[in-house]
Nanobody, 126 residues
Framework: VQLQESGGGSVQSGESLTLSCAINGYTSRRYCLGWFRQAPGKEREGVATIDSHGERSFGNFVKGRFTISHDDAVNTLYLRMNNLKPEDTAMYFC?????????????????????WGTGTQVTVSS
């Protein structure tokens, strides 16, 4: 299984970005797919997750600014981020695992997801 993120970059506060995660080799019909982020000196935290039942879960800091979606036809996970803030600056990772619901997956740690991408950097300046 390979996950490859893209779409990161440097933006100004208030602008938007859409991250993509191309998923290859994942064959299970059950999934929890998620976006996580890690800023320098901080622990990795859950941003948003979606599961095979269509349930979604978001970190408290999202406050309606982000949406998560999955295109089954191309097996790609997306994270649309609006109204970005400097505190959103981090490396963003996508992850996949067949075992979790969206709600549970959001709260799990690095060791609990079987598959991870290598990350894409998002930098938001004020």
């Amino acid at each position: 299984v390979q996950l490859q993120e893209s779409g990161g970059g440097s933006v100004q506060s208030g602008e938007s970005l859409t991250l993509s995660c191309a998923i290859n080799g994942y064959t299970s019909r059950r999934y929890c797919l998620g976006w996580f982020r890690q800023a320098p000196g901080k622990e990795r935290e859950g941003v948003a997750t979606i599961d095979s039942h269509g349930e979604r879960s978001f970190g408290n800091f999202v406050k309606g600014r982000f949406t998560i979606s999955h295109d089954d036809a191309v097996n790609t996970l997306y994270l649309r981020m609006n109204n970005l803030k400097p505190e959103d600056t981090a490396m963003y990772f996508c992850a996949a695992d067949p075992r979790w619901s969206a709600r549970n997956g959001l709260r799990l740690g690095v060791g609990d997801f079987q598959h991870w991408g290598t990350g894409t950097q998002v930098t938001v300046s004020s």
